[in-house]
Nanobody
C-alpha cells in the first residue's frame, strides 16, 4: 500500500540542526510533488516546504526561509528536510506529504492539495 514514513526527528538545541527523512513506498515517486508540514501543540498544521516532481522548484514557509532546505532523491524514493539554525518555535510534529501532479514544476503550499500523508515525527528544540 501507499506509505510515507518520516524519520530523523528528536531533540535539538537552539541553533542546532536536524535532518528529517521521508521514505515513500507503494507509489511512483517521480510523479509526486512532495511537501513538509508541521503542527505544534494546540496549533494548526502549517506549510514548511515543498519540492516539485523535477526537483527544480522549491517553496518555503516564511518562518523557515533561509534556514530549512528540502531535497529529493528519486532513485531512493526519499525526500529530505535539512533544518539549520533551529529555534524553540520550530518545535512541532513534522509530516511528509505527497501530491500527485502532471506538472513537473508544480508545487503547492496548501494542505488540501496533498492526499497522502505520513504519521509524523516529533522535533523538539530546547532553549
Amino acid at each position: 500500500q501507499v506509505q510515507l514514513v518520516e524519520s530523523g526527528g528528536g531533540l535539538a538545541q537552539t541553533g542546532g540542526s536536524l535532518r528529517l527523512s521521508c521514505a515513500a513506498s507503494g507509489l511512483t515517486f517521480s510523479r509526486y510533488a512532495m511537501g513538509w508540514f508541521r503542527q505544534a501543540p494546540g496549533g494548526e498544521r502549517e506549510f514548511v516546504a515543498a519540492i516539485s516532481r523535477s526537483g527544480g522548484s522549491t517553496d518555503y514557509g516564511d518562518s523557515v526561509k533561509g534556514r530549512f532546505s528540502i531535497s529529493r532523491a528519486d532513485a531512493k524514493n526519499m525526500v529530505y528536510l535539512q533544518m539549520n539554525s533551529l529555534k524553540p518555535e520550530d518545535t512541532a510534529v513534522y509530516y511528509c506529504a505527497a501530491d500527485a501532479t502532471y506538472g513537473s514544476s508544480y508545487i503547492s503550499s496548501q494542505l488540501r492539495d496533498y492526499p497522502i500523508w505520513g504519521q509524523g515525527t516529533q522535533v523538539t528544540v530546547s532553549s
